[in-house]
């Protein structure tokens, strides 16, 4: 497939947009293909209202003939079991590929979501491919193992793939979602079938179509797209189906734990939702403090799992950071057009998402929580699905606002004592995906690392993460590790071979 330049400006943009033919089959056993059933739905840019075309709608016929596909070239061992390098050469030259069809997933993630593209070039894409590289690069460093056991025998641990592994994802980082769990489940020699969200299912079919042209056999990567209900819950119920490695909410994710207990007892790692603390105290760097804080809860509209959405600030410097914080945002978040380069925050995905967080904005104010910015929509977009950059102070920690994942651009600020009392707060949470402490005292910092009930610390940054940083959470955030080498652990297991020597 041939790659486009990057467009220039907001007018190139659009023109692609316009002119771009959106694929709207799925991808199954190596070949483009509409549902069994015919059925189709529509994806809808939240940007405009406008439909931007008919999904091919899978269901779990088209699930089936994906696993069989996908077990077929398992047992075959076209990819599972080619030699490691020859793997890692087609993964590279994967990863290479997204990285040139960049314009291309920027439009389709943006359209489909309300992401912008600026977003999608700066981070989405290229963190996409720094994983696929990260797992490629490791399948000839994972080992086995020799136990030392009885002389009169040899005992080795193989690390072998888990075989049929089902990706359900949300929309919310579409291809980039995909990618964590593709790296690590196809770099170990497992067939994969993909089912995205329905409202961004363009890119991942676009994933499945470079992979096969960078060499990747037919079967090993298909692609269902349809309704979680539907095509979901045919995968994570499939009998043939090894493992499915989930990020979405909590509900669906618990589902994913009943559906394999009901199944197949197949392996489940989860990456849930989050009510993620960013812990200001009145020692830190300010400056940078607010300026962390700001992306840590705008960024992607808010619509990030680890979003830092209770924004806990010692007293004495309480009032200054809300102005900072108040005026910075104002410089660094302004919804706009998503296919704009300089626009830094998009619509929310859909109406749905847009009424859940009208929902708790109004609930904010009714539990008495003091609206100190945003609300609403910003003018002139007052018909679209935009929310602007939302923050409600003097709130308090029992309230709904502070204890829900709102999955929107909605701070809530919790003013402490000092750090235990922060610490106390932030553990109170169900959730625990990502946590900050900002303090200039290194060992304030360390016990607040050690003690935090949470997957991810960050000291005096947020967000910070390469492909080596272990990703997911504690308590109901999930159990799972996306990216670093225990993902490819995860994507694999463990077989015992015992050789009785005799002599
Ligand atoms: P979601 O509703 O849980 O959906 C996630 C995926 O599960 C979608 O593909 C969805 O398909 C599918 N699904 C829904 N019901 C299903 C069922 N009964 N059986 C099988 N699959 C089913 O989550 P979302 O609204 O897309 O995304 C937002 C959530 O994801 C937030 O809670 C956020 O925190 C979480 N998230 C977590 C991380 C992390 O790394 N921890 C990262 C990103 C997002 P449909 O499209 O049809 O609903
Ligand atoms: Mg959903």
Same mark, same amino acid.
């Given at each position: 497939m041939t790659s486009r330049p990057i467009p220039a400006s907001k007018t190139e943009w659009h023109a692609l947009a316009a002119s771009h033919a959106y694929e709207t089959r799925m991808f199954i056993d190596g070949a483009l293909c509409d549902a069994a059933a015919g059925g189709r739905y529509d994806s809808v840019n939240p940007a405009t209202g406008q439909v931007i075309a008919a999904m091919a709608a899978g269901t779990a016929e088209d699930v089936d003939r994906a696993v069989k596909a996908a077990r077929r070239a398992f047992r075959e061992g076209v990819w599972s079991r080619l030699p490691p390098r020859a793997r890692m050469d087609v993964l590279l030259r994967f990863a290479d590929l997204i990285g040139a069809h960049a314009a291309e997933f920027a439009l389709l993630d943006s359209v489909e979501m309300g992401k912008t593209v600026s977003g999608m070039l700066g981070f989405d894409v290229p963190s996409a491919v720094a994983n696929i590289r990260f797992a490629a690069e490791a399948i000839d460093k994972i080992e086995g193992a020799v136990t030392n056991t009885d002389p009169g025998a040899l005992h080795y641990v193989l690390r072998q793939p888990l075989g049929v592994v089902g990706l359900i994802v949300p929309w919310n980082y579409p291809m980039l979602m995909a990618c964590w769990k593709l790296g690590p489940a196809l770099a170990m020699g497992n067939s994969v079938v993909l089912k995205p969200a329905q409202q961004t299912g363009m890119s991942a079919v676009l994933l499945a179509?470079?992979?096969?042209?960078?060499?990747?056999? @037919?079967?090993?990567?298909?692609?269902?797209?349809?309704?979680g209900s539907d095509a979901g819950q045919a995968l994570a119920r499939h009998m043939d189906v090894d493992k499915i490695g989930f990020t979405g909410s909590v509900p669906v994710g618990g589902l994913m734990m009943r559906y394999a207990g009901e199944s197949n007892l197949k392996h489940v790692t989860t990456e849930c939702g989050g009510k993620s603390p960013q812990i200001i105290l009145a020692d830190c760097d300010l400056d940078r403090a607010v300026e962390n804080a700001v992306h840590g809860i705008y960024s992607n509209q808010g619509e990030v799992c680890a979003a830092g959405s209770r924004i806990m600030v010692e007293r004495s410097i309480h009032d200054e950071f809300l102005q900072r914080f108040i005026d910075r945002t104002a410089a660094l978040y302004q919804p706009g057009d998503p296919l704009d380069p300089a626009t830094s925050m998009g619509p929310m995905v859909d109406g749905r998402q847009h009424r859940t967080v009208c929902s708790y904005i109004a609930k904010g104010r009714e539990e008495g929580a003091h609206l100190a910015m945003g609300g609403g929509a910003p003018e002139g977009l007052e018909d679209g699905l935009y929310i602007?950059?939302?923050?409600?102070?003097? @709130?308090?920690? %029992?309230?709904?606002?502070?204890?829900?994942?709102?999955?929107?651009?909605?701070?809530?600020?919790?003013?402490?004592? %000092?750090?235990?009392?922060?610490?106390?707060? @932030?553990?109170?949470?169900?959730?625990?995906?990502? @946590?900050?402490?900002?303090?200039? %005292?290194?060992?304030?910092?360390?016990?607040f690392a050690r003690d935090v009930e949470s997957g991810m610390v960050w000291v005096n940054t947020y967000f910070d993460r390469d492909a080596t940083a272990p990703w997911g959470g504690v308590k109901q955030s999930g159990n799972g590790r996306d990216k670093c080498l225990e993902a490819l652990h995860q994507y694999s297991q463990t077989k015992s071979v015992w050789i009785h020597l005799g002599g």
């Open positions: 179509r470079l992979f096969a042209e960078a060499g990747g056999p @037919a079967g090993v990567f298909s692609v269902v797209n349809g309704s602007s950059p939302t923050l409600f102070t003097e @709130a308090r920690n %029992d309230m709904t606002i502070a204890a829900h994942e709102i999955f929107g651009p909605v701070g809530v600020v919790l003013p402490i004592r %000092d750090m235990e009392h922060g610490l106390e707060l @932030a553990n109170s949470s169900i959730f625990g995906l990502g @946590a900050s402490v900002w303090t200039r %005292d290194l060992g304030r910092a360390h016990r």
